[in-house]
């Protein structure tokens, strides 16, 4: 089996969200990049497909220079192979196309990314490969099986969880649950060395026009203070959730 | 043209989120003079969309769609798009609604902007404001495709009555077959999701563990409300990571959110932070919750949330 896992670089999630360049872009001082959280999930999942079924394990990810730290982790993590789109990512069809090409072109069985990048949340990048590749779909994935050319997976639902199966191909949007917490790898020494000899491919882009751009940013405006109830006057705090804030 | 939104049901009813997607494009085709459709599958009472402005419903009625199917259902909305020449599609951000709006958006080559949060500005282009780094910050997003989807935040908008009639008429568009099929589907029915609850109601570790959660579910049940946890509350194994709140959880957009025991750390407030009104509860005052919310009681849960529970059965039974 063939397993593409894609990789967001994004801003760790306790940075602090700052805008530059009159608000048209993210700042980036001082920000510490990480794998996306949802895609870790899913790289993980790919190293137990990797070492209990013998799939191989490729990682791409659509960015500039400054992404090769992050994808180089997931090399040390134990994928065999990255491959970085050289392109600023844009919008969500760019990179999903980016990605499709690369996958149409590998001829891979299932690509895993994460149900939504923590930077811009768009949540889109899995189900436009899935269509642009011709793939079956499955997203907020939090476990999956496969055996041959079958999946069973089971997807989260509003208020629940759905068991699903398809064939092959297939792309998934994961998230926490494919493996636990605790099961996510750090790069051990001997990772980070045999990483150094691992492929690192560059690819040129292959997208058209984005669809969608960002224009200006802004912050939410600065919250008032908290109105502090005492704890013996619960009856205060009804009545402002009743007649101040209109909440009950 | 017309404005065409996916106004989805459960177990044959209209959601809320069908009717707050039904007002946000009625407020839109006030001003571009467009017709508002709406395509439900097996759904009754469709008329109903009528109230909030939708003049047309495209009703689906087919047994073997009981159960989701991405591929299916977006399918039915792309043929729906084609039908009504729709050139914007609004959809709700339910986990369904943002399982198809992708293959949507590949099938119309629609630009597609998810997690709106007001109506369009279109006086230079077409801009939606939308959320960015989880709750964190918005971002001006212009569509610049022909046909634009929109993913409107839940509770962004609002419900907003409109005096029309909707007319309901069959559409049955051919199917193709796909190779995903439901073997079951585990949904607690006598519980709210946190996806469609007005209130939330959510414990941290502060609650010491599991056993201590029967205030919580008392609480969320005077309230009808969703129940919900902190990151590590899920990673300890007491409460399941459903209920996980946060960046790497679910997103929650209530009308209100209690916080009991719940420090507030970063992801955890920006995930949480679209909520209207938010109430801390916390015996530490310096928690960083009490700077996100807007109500706070510095104490401890042990002794107010059952005072709490108490007299919101007395408000609830004067009030009911």
């Known amino acids: 089996m063939k397993i593409l896992v894609c990789i967001s670089h994004v801003p760790d999630t306790t940075s602090k969200i700052n805008f530059t360049d009159n608000d048209t872009a993210f700042d980036t001082n001082g920000v510490q990049f990480v794998i996306g959280p949802n895609d870790e999930f899913g790289l993980t999942r790919a190293m137990w497909f990797k070492e209990k079924q013998g799939a191989s394990v490729d990682v791409v990810t659509v960015g500039e220079k400054d992404a090769e730290p992050t994808i180089r982790k997931t090399l040390a993590i134990g994928s065999d192979k990255a491959i970085r789109v050289d392109a600023k990512p844009v919008d969500a069809f760019q990179v999903a196309q980016e990605i499709a090409d690369v996958a149409k072109n590998g001829n891979y069985d299932l690509v895993i990314a994460g149900r939504e990048s923590i930077d811009y949340n768009g949540g889109m990048v899995p189900g436009m490969v899935a269509k642009m590749i011709g793939a079956n779909f499955i997203n907020t994935c939090v476990s999956l099986e496969i055996e041959g050319q079958k999946a069973t997976a089971i997807r989260e639902i509003d208020g629940g969880k759905e068991t699903l199966t398809c064939d092959l191909p297939l792309v998934i949007g994961g998230q926490k649950g494919l493996v636990e917490e605790k099961d996510l790898r750090i790069p051990n020494m001997r990772g980070i060395m045999m990483a150094r000899k691992k492929p690192l491919e560059v690819k040129d882009p292959v997208a058209e026009n984005p669809t969608v751009e960002f224009k200006k940013f802004s912050k939410p405006a600065p919250k008032g203070d908290v109105k502090l109830v005492d704890a013996d006057n619960i009856d205060e705090l009804i009545d402002l959730l009743h007649n101040e804030a209109k909440a009950i | ?320």
């Open chain 2, 1 to 320: 043209m017309s404005i065409l939104i996916y106004a989805e049901s459960e177990n044959k009813k209209l959601k809320k989120a069908a009717f707050e997607v039904a007002s946000y494009a009625a407020s839109i085709a006030e001003k571009t003079q467009d017709e508002v459709v709406a395509v439900t599958i097996n759904a009754e009472n469709t008329d109903d969309l009528g109230q909030y402005g939708v003049s047309k419903v495209l009703n689906v009625q087919n047994e073997s769609l009981e159960k989701f199917n991405v591929e299916s259902y977006s399918e039915i909305l792309t043929k729906a798009v084609e039908e009504v020449n729709a050139n914007i599609v609004v959809l709700s951000q339910s986990t369904n609604a943002k399982y198809l709006a992708p293959l949507l958006a590949v099938n119309l080559k629609a630009g597609y902007a998810s997690n709106v949060v007001e109506l369009p500005e279109t006086e230079s282009g077409f801009q939606v404001k939308r959320n960015v780094f989880t709750n964190k910050a918005f971002g001006m997003a212009e569509i610049t495709t022909d046909k634009k989807i929109i993913g409107l935040s839940s509770n962004a908008f609002g419900l907003h009555e409109k005096e029309a009639k909707a007319v309901t008429v069959d559409f049955n568009p051919e199917i193709s077959d796909s190779s995903i099929e439901v073997q079951s589907v585990d949904k607690n029915t006598d519980k709210v999701s946190i996806a469609d609850a007005e209130i939330v109601v959510s414990g941290g570790r502060g609650l010491k563990g599991p056993e201590n959660w029967g205030m919580i579910e008392e609480l969320a049940e005077v309230l009808g409300a969703a129940t919900a946890c902190s990151k590590p509350v899920s990673d300890m194994g007491w409460r399941p990571h459903s209920e996980h709140v946060g960046q790497t959880g679910k997103p929650v957009a209530s009308n209100l959110y209690i916080a009991i025991g719940i420090s507030g750390a970063i992801q955890h407030l920006a995930g949480i932070n679209a909520s209207k009104t938010k109430v801390v509860i916390n015996t530490d005052e310096e928690a960083p919750f009490f700077k996100a919310a807007d109500y706070g009681i510095v104490g401890d849960a042990f002794e107010v949330v059952p005072q709490l529970v108490e007299k919101l059965k007395e408000f609830k039974a004067n009030n009911a």
